[in-house]
């Protein structure tokens, strides 16, 4: 029964540290500087490589400041993970509840444009992506309450 226990304590550690994703923030401009949920303002001077949990019902709101522009507000565009919906299904179904979205591995802020780029691979092309204008307000009141 003991090894069972001494088993099942690496399998768990692996699991859960397999809903995390990492990603690479960049920026149009050296100035800019984003700030994403309760994390501590990163300046994008060059691009910043981060690490987030992931979410099935959350939203990783940001601000995102250049010098001598109004502040941009949104929330950033994650990716379904089809394979963990799979993996969550065959082994513990309750975990759809906390893995099913993670980060793109590549973002791009564009304040003068108002656009977040992300992409899944280094050479693929940027998909350009506008916030909502409910995106914003939510975004806005997250961060100036």
Partial sequence: MKTKHLLALP?????????????????????????????????????????????????????????????????????????????????????AFYNLREVYPFYEFDVAKGVVRYKKNEQDQWISYTPTAAEVARARAYFNP
């Fill in 11 to 95: 399998l768990m550690a692996v699991l859960l540290s397999a809903c995390t994703a990492t990603t690479s923030l960049r920026s149009s401009d050296p100035s800019l500087a984003v700030k994403i949920n309760d994390d501590a303002p990163l300046v994008l001077k060059n691009p910043v490589s981060k690490t987030y949990k992931a979410t099935s019902f959350g939203q990783y709101r940001f601000r995102a400041t250049q010098d001598g522009m109004e502040p941009m507000y949104g929330l950033i565009p994650l990716k379904f993970n089809s394979g963990y919906l799979v993996a969550d299904i065959l082994f513990f179904a309750p975990a």
